[in-house]
């Protein structure tokens, strides 16, 4: 599978950057399991691919930091009884990985005061909560 993986409109990704390995896939199946290489692991080298833009790369390797090995980004998938549709799930993990890693940060928030009529509503909640807990005290002694 040679296809070009299509992360957004701006990044696509060559086939020929696109490294597979397969193994067999862990769990119940029996001998299906067992006997198939059925798991499917992509593997795409970012610092290396020329697909990515200079200005994103950096941020893509910051936001993907914990899924590197060796600045290697390694997407698995074993879902599936199928390679094919193993390889699918996979091409489709890491367009999604790298489209939201792609994504400018958002900006930061903007500190707001509350308003005037929102002050004044907490403050006189909070005298009616004090003015029902003054009543259900014990009176005082004289």
């Keep these: 599978m040679t296809d070009d993986l299509t992360v957004n409109a701006d990044i696509v990704i060559p086939g020929d950057e696109l490294h597979w390995t397969f193994s067999t896939s862990g769990g119940p199946g029996g001998q299906h399991a067992n006997r198939s290489n059925t798991r499917a692991e992509l593997r795409f080298d970012i610092p290396a691919s020329p697909s990515i833009p200079e200005h ?13 090995v060796g600045g290697v980004i390694v997407v698995v998938a074993d879902d599936s009884r199928s390679q094919w549709r193993n390889r699918q799930i996979a091409r489709k993990r890491l367009a999604e990985l790298l489209n939201d890693a792609a994504r400018p940060p958002a900006p930061p928030r903007r500190r707001t005061k509350p308003s005037r ?23 005082e002694a004289d």
């Design 56 to 68: 994103l790369r950096s941020r893509m390797l910051h936001a993907v930091g914990e899924r590197l």
């Design 117 to 139: 009529a929102a002050r004044q509503r907490r403050l006189d909640s909070k005298r009616r909560r004090s003015e029902t807990k003054r009543m259900r005290r014990r009176p």
